[in-house]
């Protein structure tokens, strides 16, 4: 039983496609997560400012 070269050519390129798309669509992930959190940083540092003034102002 020679199971060697059992794939085409032709799947062995639409599965290399389909990894390159999927290489992709990670690292678009990956920017659009790490240009949320580089926003969301200094709003969620503000936000804990706040409350701390609030609470030293006893309006919490």
């Given at each position: 039983?020679?199971?060697?070269?059992?794939?085409?050519?032709?799947?062995?390129?639409?599965?290399?496609?389909?990894?390159?798309?999927?290489?992709?669509?990670?690292?678009l992930v990956?920017?659009?997560?790490?240009?949320?959190?580089?926003?969301?940083?200094?709003?969620?540092?503000?936000?804990i400012l706040?409350?701390?003034?609030?609470?030293f102002l006893?309006?919490?």
């Amino acid at each position: 039983m020679n199971l060697r070269a059992a794939l085409d050519t032709d799947d062995l390129l639409k599965i290399v496609l389909v990894l390159v798309i999927v290489l992709l669509a990670v690292e678009l992930v990956e920017e659009v997560v790490g240009a949320l959190f580089s926003f969301l940083g200094p709003v969620l540092a503000l936000v804990i400012l706040a409350l701390i003034v609030l609470y030293f102002l006893d309006r919490i």
